[in-house]
């Protein structure tokens, strides 16, 4: 993955073709975007699941934090 460029328009393509060429078992999920800001937490942390890292840690923190 070290020559998978990051924050680019082909970052998800990229990546899938490194692990399925390296015989990982990849399963593709609903398509998330990224969270730059506290205030992009809100609807991603809803669509994950309850029990997920993502989500628990950001159940943590506020829209009024930074």
């Given amino acids: 993955l070290r020559d998978v460029p990051m924050s680019a328009p082909d970052t998800g393509k990229l990546t899938l073709e490194a692990l399925q ?9 609903e398509e998330l ?3 730059d800001t506290v205030g ?8 994950t699941a ?14 009024g934090e930074a």
Avoid: E, K, Q
């Avoid at 060429?21 to 999920?29: A, E, H, K, Q, S």
């Avoid at 309850?50 to 829209?63: D, E, G, K, L």
């Fill in 21 to 29: 060429y390296n015989d990982l078992r990849v399963v593709l999920t």
């Fill in 33 to 35: 975007g990224d969270v």
């Fill in 40 to 47: 992009d937490i809100g609807g991603h942390a809803l669509r």
């Fill in 50 to 63: 309850p029990m997920s890292r993502f989500r628990r840690i950001t159940a943590t923190v506020s829209v």
